[in-house]
């Protein structure tokens, strides 16, 4: 509700990419806000099996002793982000929770 956005991993990246280009960054949503998600503290992040990115076809890609993490998602602060792009229009972050208004 405070413009703070989590999506599936990349979408970060891709708004510090943007960032860093002096692009806007836009993201888009099927329907307004999470209603239950105030800001980022709210937002519980789902890691999946960290073995599922140390190996490939049943092959192990790393070397023995690494270990690894795997978010399902990631979170990309309101301050990055241009607009959020719903079905009733486009906000600045800052003004998303006026969605369900």
């Known amino acids: 509700m405070d413009g703070t956005v989590c999506n599936k991993v990349g979408t970060y990246q891709f708004a510090l990419a943007a960032r860093a280009n002096v692009l806007p960054y836009y993201v888009l949503r099927q329907s307004g806000p999470d209603r239950e998600s105030a800001d980022e ?3 519980e992040i789902e890691f999946r099996d960290g073995a599922q990115v140390l190996a490939f076809a049943g092959q192990r890609t790393s070397v023995d002793g690494v270990d ?4 399902a998602f ?3 602060p ?11 229009g486009a906000y600045a972050p800052s003004a998303v929770s006026s969605y369900v208004a």
């Open 68 to 71: 690894a993490l795997y978010p």
């Open 41 to 43: 503290a709210h937002v």
């Open 74 to 76: 990631d979170i990309t």
């Open 78 to 88: 309101p301050g990055l982000v241009t607009a959020i792009v719903t079905d009733r």
